[in-house]
Antibody
Framework: QVQLVQSGPEVKKPGSSVKVSCKTSGGNMSTYSIDWVRQAPGQGLEWMGAIIPMFRKVTYAEKFQARVIIVTDDSTNTTSMELSSLTSDDTAVYYC???????????????????WGKGTTVTVSS | SYELTQPPSVSVSPGQTARITCSGDALPKQYAYWYQQKPGQVPVLLIYKDTERPSGIPERFSGSSSGTTATLAINAVQAEDEAAYYCQSPDSRGTYWVFGGGTKLTVL
């Protein structure tokens, strides 16, 4: 059974950076992407970006393009998301999620984010 | 930037059918996905590729898509279905994912 285990809660100062990790256990990551989704208090889900570990293919949402980096470490089956230039608006729960896919005719077909981490609370406060 | 539009809230009595819509210009050529999130819990995938249901999801949940609107239907609604529901779909080029704003389902 695949599990995504995220790092613990963080409290950060405005202007600093935060790095959240997501360790995969119990599954083969070769045909999955790992997506990062955040949820501010009382708000909806917001997609930040994703990485396909097998291909090292990374995609970022336009909103976060300039200040987010997603990387993966095959040796530890861990994906990390680093967000810089934090403001109070970045206070949120950050989730990682697995999204299986198949490739047909050069196009990716995803099966939805079927396994989620429990979330990491990031609080930005002076 | 691309947007998916959902009604903020839907109310239904127990046993009735709830329908939650999701509108987006790219939906005629892109799949829609649906998630359920109860307060304090992690989102759960309900529907993928417009109509497919993951194992373990009750048959009461179904999805459809026509034109620029995708729809999640919940038959024989139960009190436990009270939750926020989110649609998700990529932009027209399939470059990035977008979530709808979410719909709060209230069971009267």
């Amino acid at each position: 059974q695949v599990q995504l285990v995220q790092s613990g809660p963080e409290v950060k100062k405005p202007g600093s950076s935060v790095k959240v990790s997501c360790k995969t256990s119990g599954g083969n990551m070769s045909t999955y992407s790992i997506d990062w989704v955040r949820q501010a208090p009382g708000q909806g889900l917001e997609w930040m970006g994703a990485i396909i570990p097998m291909f090292r293919k990374v995609t970022y949402a336009e909103k976060f393009q300039a200040r987010v980096i997603i990387v993966t470490d095959d040796s530890t089956n861990t994906t990390s998301m680093e967000l810089s230039s934090l403001t109070s608006d970045d206070t949120a729960v950050y989730y990682c999620a697995r999204d299986p896919f198949v490739v047909e005719g050069g196009k990716y077909y995803y099966n939805g984010m079927d396994v989620w981490g429990k979330g990491t609370t990031v609080t930005v406060s002076s | 930037s691309y947007e998916l539009t959902q009604p903020p809230s839907v109310s239904v009595s127990p046993g009735q059918t709830a329908r939650i819509t999701c509108s987006g210009d790219a939906l005629p050529k892109q799949y829609a996905y649906w998630y359920q999130q109860k307060p304090g819990q992690v989102p759960v995938l309900l529907i993928y590729k417009d109509t497919e249901r993951p194992s373990g999801i009750p048959e009461r949940f179904s999805g459809s898509s026509s034109g620029t609107t995708a729809t999640l239907a919940i038959n024989a609604v139960q009190a436990e279905d009270e939750a926020a529901y989110y649609c998700q779909s990529p932009d027209s080029r399939g470059t990035y994912w977008v979530f709808g704003g979410g719909t709060k389902l209230t069971v009267l």
